[in-house]
């Protein structure tokens, strides 16, 4: 989300396990998990909050539709955060609601996520319309996630849609980034 801004930032990077859970860490993200971000006095946890955080504070990089055209921006962000990161987490553990149970659960059950999911990136654009947005790096990087783990099906329109995301030069940039610091981390 920062290369699709395009404003030059500092990252500090925390090691898994105590360097997350310190009293300062914890002072910026009471989860003690990453990302955070800081800009100026405000600090913004949670990977969708910082994508429409950072849409917002630059507007001028075009990555939020206009406000009153928000339906489907904010539909498939928060789509992605609750029933999508729910449904795929929990299928990784090899948890699923019972049956009767469904109708109590956010997600309901796995394959009615996915065929909600495979209507939102669908049809050769983004999940807000026409134009790339935020909502596409947050909703993109279940997709890429799922892909690549096997969480999610190979289906067409998922692989369609990642296609349409990994080829943008601001996301090339973040994975040269991300394997840059892999490799000094010593993670390959
Ligand atoms: N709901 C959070 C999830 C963040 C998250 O799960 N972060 C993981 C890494 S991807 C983490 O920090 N794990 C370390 C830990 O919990 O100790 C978000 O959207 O930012």
């Not at 669908?122 to 935020?134: I, L, N, P, Q, R």
Request: proline share 6%.
């Amino acid at each position: 989300m920062l290369e699709e801004v395009g404003v030059s930032y500092r990252t500090e990077i925390l090691e898994y396990g105590p360097a997350m859970k310190s009293e300062s860490y914890l002072a910026i993200n009471p989860m003690g998990k990453v990302p955070a971000i800081r800009h100026g006095e405000t600090v913004v946890t949670e990977a969708p909050a910082i994508c429409a955080y950072l849409a917002d504070a630059f507007p001028d990089a075009g990555l939020a539709p206009p406000a009153g055209d928000r339906g489907a921006y904010y539909r498939w962000l928060f789509f992605a955060a609750g029933p999508l990161e729910a449904a795929i987490t929990n299928r990784a553990f090899g948890l699923a609601p019972p049956e009767d149970k469904e109708a109590m659960v956010g997600y309901g059950n796995f394959p009615t996520v996915m065929a909600a999911l495979e209507r939102a990136v669908e049809g050769g654009g983004h999940v807000a319309g026409k134009d790339f947005s935020a909502a596409d790096v947050y909703v993109g990087s279940h997709v890429f996630w799922g892909l690549q783990f096997e969480l999610i099906e190979k289906r067409p329109a998922f692989e369609a849609y990642w296609s349409r995301l990994e080829t943008r030069d601001a996301c090339r940039r973040a994975t040269a980034l991300d394997d840059a610091a892999a490799g000094e981390a010593g993670g390959g």
